[in-house]
Protein backbone atom coordinates (compact mmCIF):
# COMPACT_ATOMS: atom_id res chain seq x y z
CA UNK A 1 0.00 0.00 0.00
CA UNK A 2 2.94 2.33 0.13
CA UNK A 3 5.63 2.38 -2.71
CA UNK A 4 8.63 4.35 -2.54
CA UNK A 5 10.83 5.41 -5.96
CA UNK A 6 13.72 7.16 -7.03
CA UNK A 7 16.49 6.10 -5.02
CA UNK A 8 20.22 5.13 -7.15
CA UNK A 9 23.61 5.65 -7.06
CA UNK A 10 24.40 9.74 -6.89
CA UNK A 11 27.97 11.16 -6.73
CA UNK A 12 28.57 13.47 -3.24
CA UNK A 13 27.04 17.16 -3.55
CA UNK A 14 24.17 15.26 -5.94
CA UNK A 15 20.74 15.25 -5.44
CA UNK A 16 17.49 12.86 -5.47
CA UNK A 17 13.73 13.04 -5.15
CA UNK A 18 12.20 10.42 -3.39
CA UNK A 19 8.68 9.17 -4.04
CA UNK A 20 6.28 7.15 -2.08
CA UNK A 21 2.62 6.56 -3.49
CA UNK A 22 -0.14 5.03 -1.33
CA UNK A 23 -3.13 3.16 -1.83
CA UNK A 24 -5.90 1.43 -0.25
CA UNK A 25 -6.40 3.77 2.53
CA UNK A 26 -7.63 7.38 3.18
CA UNK A 27 -4.38 9.25 2.55
CA UNK A 28 -5.50 12.54 3.55
CA UNK A 29 -5.66 11.28 7.18
CA UNK A 30 -2.42 9.83 7.54
CA UNK A 31 1.06 11.13 9.17
CA UNK A 32 3.90 9.96 6.69
CA UNK A 33 7.67 9.58 7.59
CA UNK A 34 10.62 8.45 5.57
CA UNK A 35 12.84 6.52 7.81
CA UNK A 36 16.61 5.07 6.78
CA UNK A 37 18.63 2.44 7.55
CA UNK A 38 22.27 1.59 6.71
CA UNK A 39 23.84 -1.67 6.75
CA UNK A 40 24.21 -2.56 10.83
CA UNK A 41 22.71 0.31 11.66
CA UNK A 42 19.62 0.78 13.24
CA UNK A 43 16.10 2.60 11.42
CA UNK A 44 16.43 6.43 11.90
CA UNK A 45 13.71 8.64 11.30
CA UNK A 46 14.55 11.64 8.35
CA UNK A 47 11.63 13.48 8.28
CA UNK A 48 7.90 13.21 8.55
CA UNK A 49 4.70 15.36 7.46
CA UNK A 50 1.48 15.78 8.86
CA UNK A 51 -1.79 14.70 7.18
CA UNK A 52 -2.21 18.01 5.33
CA UNK A 53 1.26 18.87 4.77
CA UNK A 54 1.24 22.03 6.96
CA UNK A 55 3.66 20.58 9.59
CA UNK A 56 6.85 19.04 8.65
CA UNK A 57 9.98 17.86 11.11
CA UNK A 58 13.47 16.62 10.32
CA UNK A 59 16.19 14.90 12.23
CA UNK A 60 18.96 17.43 12.37
CA UNK A 61 21.22 15.48 9.74
CA UNK A 62 18.48 16.38 7.41
CA UNK A 63 18.12 20.13 7.97
CA UNK A 64 18.61 22.76 5.56
CA UNK A 65 19.82 19.63 2.75
CA UNK A 66 16.07 17.48 2.76
CA UNK A 67 12.93 18.86 2.04
CA UNK A 68 9.47 16.84 2.71
CA UNK A 69 6.24 17.68 0.74
CA UNK A 70 3.07 15.61 0.22
CA UNK A 71 0.20 16.13 -2.76
CA UNK A 72 -2.70 14.85 -1.11
CA UNK A 73 -4.30 14.41 -4.89
CA UNK A 74 -1.91 12.30 -5.94
CA UNK A 75 -1.62 10.35 -2.95
CA UNK A 76 2.39 11.15 -3.16
CA UNK A 77 4.51 12.48 -0.87
CA UNK A 78 7.84 13.65 -1.35
CA UNK A 79 11.64 13.60 -0.18
CA UNK A 80 14.01 16.28 -2.17
CA UNK A 81 17.43 15.79 -0.96
CA UNK A 82 20.37 17.63 -2.21
CA UNK A 83 23.93 18.16 -0.97
CA UNK A 84 23.78 14.48 -0.19
CA UNK A 85 26.89 12.91 1.57
CA UNK A 86 28.17 9.56 1.58
CA UNK A 87 26.49 8.77 5.17
CA UNK A 88 23.00 9.46 3.92
CA UNK A 89 23.39 6.24 2.25
CA UNK A 90 20.79 4.07 3.46
CA UNK A 91 17.63 2.22 2.33
CA UNK A 92 15.13 4.75 2.24
CA UNK A 93 11.05 3.61 3.77
CA UNK A 94 8.27 5.75 3.71
CA UNK A 95 5.65 4.66 6.00
CA UNK A 96 1.85 5.80 7.85
CA UNK A 97 0.05 6.42 10.69
CA UNK A 98 -3.37 7.83 11.73
CA UNK A 99 -1.42 9.54 15.11
CA UNK A 100 -0.35 13.03 15.27
CA UNK A 101 3.06 14.12 17.15
CA UNK A 102 4.57 10.43 16.58
CA UNK A 103 7.36 11.27 13.89
CA UNK A 104 10.14 9.13 14.61
CA UNK A 105 8.80 6.68 17.10
CA UNK A 106 8.76 3.73 14.47
CA UNK A 107 6.92 1.57 16.08
CA UNK A 108 3.64 3.97 15.72
CA UNK A 109 3.37 3.84 12.22
CA UNK A 110 0.72 1.10 10.64
CA UNK A 111 1.99 0.87 6.97
CA UNK A 112 5.11 0.44 5.63
CA UNK A 113 6.24 0.38 1.86
CA UNK A 114 9.52 -1.97 0.71
CA UNK A 115 12.41 0.75 0.33
CA UNK A 116 14.10 2.45 -1.80
CA UNK A 117 18.35 2.27 -2.12
CA UNK A 118 20.33 5.20 -1.94
CA UNK A 119 23.71 5.04 -2.61
CA UNK A 120 26.14 7.88 -2.22
CA UNK A 121 29.33 7.71 -3.31
CA UNK A 122 32.10 8.72 -5.94
Known amino acids: QLMESGGGLVQPGGSLRLSCAAS????????IGWFRQAPGKEREGVSC????????TYADSAKGRFTISRDNAKNTVYLQMNSLKPEDTAAYYC?????????????????WGQGTQVTVSS
Open 24 to 31: GFTFDGYT
Open 95 to 111: AATRLLSVCFLHGAYDY
Open 49 to 56: ISPSGGTT
